[in-house]
Each structure stands twice: as structure tokens, then as C-alpha cells.
């Protein structure tokens, strides 16, 4: 079971109305439920307030990165925009076209390069700022989609700052990262979804101060930030030479 | 993390206000999620039809074994019946407590003795004839209730036909079972809340003619069924000599 794309599973079988229940597991044995009232196919009113506002800061041409489902790619399209949708799991791909995305490509954030053509925008909402993983991948990534977007390029990424976290539990394990030289905020998780497991990855959460540093080894600055409780928030990149 | 009273935390983080989730991992790796939309404190309005309906046969003095959060001794509490509330977990029967169950006890259905007093009647709701957990302990186990209950005694149990499954993983699994010369229904599984993990138990799903084989081993027969969808019933139990 282990291996297996439990996530893209997960987002097909909805897609062809079989929702079932997705659990992310951390490497704590710490379990979360995931995907509630339907997160992933949620159509733009049923967004979060700050997903909403901050979506007008999406201009030009639109790469939608770690897709899922669509809903990011499907609203933009409605809007009229150019837009590419993509996810590393076939699956997931398969299910945003099943929704009726128009072109979406099974493409992990680490294979984007210049054969897409160049992007005005990009977006990584619904925490994909946490393709990131770690302090390493995160500056060779974003100098990556520095290298696929225009001088006026815009990373609009979602992400949530855990040092707000008031759980003990929570608390120790961002701790027990920072005392072993990682960012706090690199959780490792796996996705279980019936019988499947994925593959364990690690999900980055970065408060402020962490994305301004990454991101300016990486070629960009932290332009604004659309807040929304609970930390999270969605950050507006631009490049440092704009 | 292991041998961790997972379900009995969640119900009592619950009925101070923390809810959470509640997933159920079977030893095939498949997952589930439990206890949605407050299941188990949920008042008699919003209990399933067929609990409901089957209620009526409890008559006279009630155990409500493995109570839980307390929903069934609440109601038969507030009916004015005389009812002992037992439950194997500490944390559980401190969340009954709380729920406002007047006489709720830490005890497993293995311990129900004379010191008890007898009872008319022996609730096993939510699936509780679960608690069987496989042939030997369930004809031991029913005994043992027999034991304890008047000469007009009844339990009322709940569990489900697997049989009707339709889904080719679960039907693996029961065929699996079956090949192992278990029941289709010993079903492996441990409660997993957020980074507690249950020990390993088996939980008994029945059949009608399956239940009616064991009830006949344990002094009892099946008087009647109260039907649900899904293959869900509760079984009405009275004593083979009544």
C-alpha cells in the first residue's frame, strides 16, 4: 500500500462521485482529517475570504500548480484567462479534467521550465506553498519559477504560520524541527485514503520572516500578504529585479 | 503511542469542547473516518430510525454496555428508567459523567457480574455486538450475560450484515477471513486520534444466521430484527428457556 497516489485516488473517486474520507498522517502518528464539505472541488463563493481577495492579483497568463482537483484552474478559465493546470499525480490531473479543466498536465512543480511557455502568474493556493518542503528545494524551486515567468511575474502562494499554533502537541513537534537545524514549519506527512499510502513528503509552513528569506534567495519578495485566521495567509511574490 | 485509549480521548475532548476526529485503521491498512455530525452524543431525535424504533424493547432495569459518550443511558435516564452505564475506558465513562449519565462505570463487558445487580434488559448500540469480537469470546461473552439478566431478560444488539457489502476490498477482506476459518466479520481494526493510536482489537460484524448460531451457543435466541439500509439491524434478544 505504501507508494501508492492515495491523494489523486482520493480526488478521482470524487470526481466521479464516489467522495470518500482522505487522512494525512504525521510522522508522529499524528492524524488529521482533510478535505471536509468538499475543500478540494469548492467552487469560487465557497473559497476562503482571503483565497477570494487575493485571486485578483492573478494577472496575464496563469500556471495553477499542484492543481488537484481544479477549482483553481476552473475559476480562472471561467474568467476567461489562460491557464495551465498541474500535478504530479496522474490521478488528480485526471480529475480536473473530469471537472472540466481544459488543460491540465501531469507535471510536478520541480519538472516547470520553459517548454510551458512563460507565466505572468502563479498560483499555489490551498497551503501548496508547501511544495516547497524545505529551506534547499524552496530557493532552487522558486529560482525555478522565476526562470518561467515574465519581469513582471507574480507567485500568489497559500501557506499557514505555525508559530501561531496553540496546541502543546503541535507546538513540540514544530520544536523538535527547530532543534534538529530544519524549519519548524517541515511537517512530514503521508496521505491514507482507504487502503492506500503515499509516499511520505515533507510540507513546509512558513511564517513571514521565513518566506521573506527564502524568497529573496530565490529571486523574489514578499509583496503583500492577504491574512486569514488561524495564521494562514496568501502571499503576493514579485521579482526583486521588478 | 500504542496502547493508547484513542476513541475514549476523543470522546472526552469532546464533551469538553474540543471535538475532533476519530479514524479507524483496519490491519489491512484501510481507512475510516468515525463518529461525523456528533454520532455519539447525539440526542434521541437524531439517532437512525432503526435504533429508535428498537428502543421500545427495553424494558425494566438497562445496562448500556460500552456507553460511550452516554447518548442511550441519557435517553433511558430521562425516560425515567433505572440504567447502569459501563465502559471499558476510563476517559469514556468520564465523558458520560459529563454528559450527565448518573451511574456510569469503568468496566469491560468481560467483567459484567452479579455485583452488578440483574437487568431486564442489555443495550449493545453503534454497533456494539462488535464487542463479541469472534465465536469463542462471543458465546462466552453471552453467557456471561445470560448470567446477569433476569429469566425475561433481553439484549438489544446492533451490528451489521457484511455480507452485502459491495465493495470488492471489504469483500476481500471478509473472504480473507472466511479462508482463515474466522468469521467474514472479524474485522482487525484500532482507533486512531491525533497522535494516540488504540491497541489492536477484533470487532465482530454479524450476519442474521450468523448471530443466530452464536445466540443459540450462548442461551439466547434472535426474536426479532429492527432493519436499517446498509445491511444494519438491531437484533432483539430473549432467553432460549423464556
Redesign the interface.
Given at each position: 500500500?505504501s507508494g501508492d497516489d492515495a491523494f489523486g485516488r482520493a480526488l478521482l473517486d470524487s470526481a466521479e462521485g464516489r467522495p470518500g474520507?482522505v487522512?494525512v498522517e504525521?510522522d508522529?502518528?499524528?492524524?488529521?482529517?482533510e478535505g471536509g464539505r468538499g475543500f478540494y472541488e469548492a467552487p469560487f463563493r465557497r473559497w476562503e475570504p482571503h483565497e477570494r481577495g487575493a485571486l485578483r492579483y492573478a494577472r496575464g497568463r496563469v500556471l495553477d500548480v499542484g492543481c488537484g482537483a481544479g477549482r483553481v484552474a476552473l475559476e480562472l478559465q471561467n474568467r476567461g484567462r489562460e491557464v495551465v493546470a498541474i500535478d504530479a499525480s496522474p490521478l488528480a490531473v485526471e480529475a480536473a479534467k473530469l471537472h472540466g479543466v481544459r488543460d491540465a498536465r501531469v507535471l510536478g512543480i520541480e519538472d516547470v521550465d520553459e517548454s510551458l511557455g512563460r507565466f505572468d502568474s502563479i498560483v499555489l493556493y490551498g497551503n501548496n506553498l508547501g511544495l516547497l518542503a524545505n529551506a534547499g528545494r524552496a530557493r532552487r524551486l522558486l529560482r525555478r519559477l522565476a526562470a518561467a515567468t515574465t519581469p513582471r511575474g507574480r507567485i500568489l502562494g497559500g501557506t499557514m504560520d505555525i508559530s501561531t499554533a496553540d496546541d502543546p502537541?503541535h507546538q513540540a513537534y514544530f520544536a523538535r524541527n527547530a532543534a534538529r537545524g530544519r524549519l519548524p514549519g517541515q511537517v512530514r506527512l503521508r496521505a491514507?485514503?482507504?487502503?492506500?499510502?503515499s509516499p511520505w513528503i515533507d510540507w513546509l509552513f512558513l511564517s513571514k520572516p521565513e518566506l521573506e528569506d527564502l524568497t529573496a534567495a530565490g529571486g523574489w519578495r514578499v509583496a503583500r500578504c492577504i491574512d486569514a485566521p488561524g495564521g494562514r495567509y496568501v502571499a503576493v511574490l514579485e521579482k526583486r529585479s521588478a
Open positions: 500500500m474520507a487522512v504525521r508522529d502518528g499524528f492524524v488529521f482529517q502537541e491514507r485514503y482507504r487502503a492506500l499510502a
